[in-house]
């Protein structure tokens, strides 16, 4: 994931925590919750040129990278320790 890419995905995160917080992901339909994100991806297709569809394939590729790495880093903390606790395996992966 480049910089720029990095920049993307922490920017529609950071909006999703506040656009989405008061609503179960598991009750809501996922095309309700991408309406609700619809402004910051149309803020960032104007800013880079790209069409909103390009900015919505890039958010969910870059969101699925960011899931098999945070796995990866759980699964070696795992490995590495396998007698720790939960806790002291959460702390590292902060």
């Not at 950071?14 to 008061?22: I, K, S, V």
């Not at 969101?63 to 395996?89: G, Y």
């Amino acid at each position: 994931m480049t910089n720029e890419e990095q920049k993307i995905l922490n920017r529609i995160n950071a909006y999703a925590e506040t656009a989405l917080a008061d609503i179960d992901p598991q009750k809501t339909p996922v095309s309700s919750q991408l309406e609700t994100l619809k402004p910051v991806m149309e803020e960032l297709s104007k800013e880079t040129g790209k069409s909103i569809e390009d900015i919505f394939i890039l958010y969910m590729d870059l969101a699925s990278e960011a899931a098999v790495e945070a796995e990866k880093q759980l699964q070696a903390a795992l490995e590495e320790d396998e007698n720790a606790n939960f806790s002291s395996i959460a702390n590292r992966l902060n």
